[in-house]
């Protein structure tokens, strides 16, 4: 079955990086992308891009353009999060997620992993 | 910025029907397709319904999803204590270039 393993919890000074990986089994990697989702405490979720499995090509929504970087290993099927200039409002609970897609427009979430959550400290 | 938006709550009682609602624009609504997640607080999302109205194995038929134009819903009937949650629709906006959620809507089992 299809398994998302994500690293273990960090903690953080803001203006720091943080790497969050995500391993992936159970399907084919090259067939689907990864994209990588947040939820700040007690709020909702907040897309930040996607990678794609075969090309290996990242995606980023506007927002984070310039601090999100996004890779993947073939040779381990698992993809990594880098989050750069950290602050206060990047504590959040950051989730690797399967999409699921025949195009942008029918896109979902099928498989999301456990979470990773990452606490920023000034 | 494109904004999907849910009531803050619903609530009901067991062998109820409640309906969720979701409303955005042209720019998620226009084209994508509408999906929804179940969200037990302290645990990951699962997946509920996908393209408007599909449901995956092993969700029960008491959910039901569909889409008009603009806005969408999400229907659970037969109401039981465990579908207590914060619920969420989403889909992909133009926009964004990614998935838009919703803010979510916590329904609560009188």
């Known amino acids: 079955q299809v398994r998302l393993v994500q690293s273990g919890a960090e903690v953080k000074k803001a203006g720091s990086s943080v790497r969050v990986s995500c391993k992936t089994s159970?399907?084919?990697?090259?067939?689907?992308?990864i994209s990588w989702v947040r939820q700040a405490p007690g709020q909702g979720f907040e897309f930040m891009g996607w990678?794609?499995?075969?090309?290996?090509?990242?995606n980023y929504v506007q927002r984070f353009q310039d601090r999100l970087t996004l890779t993947i290993d073939k040779s381990t099927n698992t993809v990594y999060m880098e989050l750069r200039n950290l602050r206060s409002d990047d504590t959040a609970m950051y989730y690797c997620?399967?999409?699921?897609?025949?195009?942008?427009?029918?896109?979902?979430?099928?498989?999301w992993g456990p979470g990773t959550m990452v606490t920023v400290s000034s | 910025q494109s904004v999907v938006t849910q009531p803050l709550s619903v609530s009901g009682t067991p062998g109820q029907r409640v309906i969720i609602s979701c409303s955005g624009s042209?720019?998620?609504?226009?084209?994508?397709?509408l999906n929804w997640y179940q969200q037990v607080p302290g645990t990951t999302p699962k997946l509920l319904i996908y393209?408007?109205?599909q449901r995956p194995s092993g969700v029960p038929d008491r959910f039901s999803g569909s889409k008009s134009g603009t806005s969408g819903s999400l229907a659970i009937s037969g109401l039981q204590s465990d579908d207590e949650a914060n619920y969420y629709c989403?889909?992909?906006?133009?926009?964004?270039?990614?998935?838009?959620f919703g803010g979510g809507t916590k329904l609560t089992v009188l």
């Open positions: 997620a399967k999409l699921d897609s025949k195009d942008f427009w029918t896109a979902f979430v099928d498989y």
């Open positions: 159970g399907y084919k990697f090259s067939n689907s992308s």
């Open positions: 990678i794609n499995g075969h090309i290996g090509n990242p």
């Open positions: 042209s720019s998620n609504f226009g084209t994508s397709t």
């Open positions: 393209g408007n109205n």
């Open positions: 989403a889909m992909w906006d133009d926009n964004l270039n990614g998935l838009l």
